[in-house]
């Protein structure tokens, strides 16, 4: 089972086996849950960034550097010249952390569907990108193809907390896609996950800083319409399902 996407062109050339990441099961699931109480808030308040302080000149013995390099490696460190630095305006950090207070505290849920989807706002930034540059690059389309991919094939393994699951399971089905489900609550939950995922993609340097840079300019997009695609509040699991039967009736 692969757990993302390969896609034409050289973004995302690379496909990443499930096995790099945490499968669906109840022990995974609950170091998940740990993982969350303990981390979540903590990413969404910082930035989504890596920085690294090289020891100055070349004052570091050769033979300790290796040692060094191979501790890092051991302990199965991401390699650093790979990590891709995604900012988050802090307006949508806040966005993530309501988010998770919302779910993992008071216990209420996104309605689904949301409007507008995932694709929705992939499509609104491609018409951004066309009116600001007069034209639309292959690798803009490139991309949000790639981001679309990513979502679809990453929201059940790791972007949705454990209260969430039922809801998933009821609402998308074989033949539905995530992203025409569900909108900009959980696609920003993927921009913190994306630097560990893009490691494993085989992606040039050069290319790399171009795909960091045009990821970022979608953040700020996402921020620029923060009021028009993003909930205030969510709703209790009853709520939702007495609306879905009044609309069944």
Known sequence: MEILCSLPGKYWDEW????????????NLQKQRELNNKQDAEKSTKPSRVSYTKPKGSNVP??????????????????????????????LKKQLIDDCEFVTHLG????????????DILKKYLDYRLRKDGMMTDSVGEIMKGLRCYFDKALPVMLLYKSERQQ???????DVDPSTIYGAEHLLRLFVKLPELLVYANIEEETLRELQ??????????HKNQSSFFLSAYHAPEEIETSTNNLVD
């Open 16 to 27: 990443v086996g499930v096995d790099r990441l945490m499968k669906y099961t109840d022990e």
């Open 62 to 91: 050769r033979g300790k550097k290796r040692k060094h390099d191979s501790i890092l490696k051991e302990k199965g460190a991401l390699p650093l010249e790979k990590l891709v630095i995604i900012q988050i305006p802090p307006t």
């Open 213 to 222: 840079h045009k990821l970022n300019d979608f953040l700020k997009f996402l």
């Open 108 to 119: 209420k849920l996104v309605r689904l569907p949301r409007t507008p989807s995932v694709d």
């Open 168 to 174: 998933y399971e009821e609402t998308v089905t074989d």
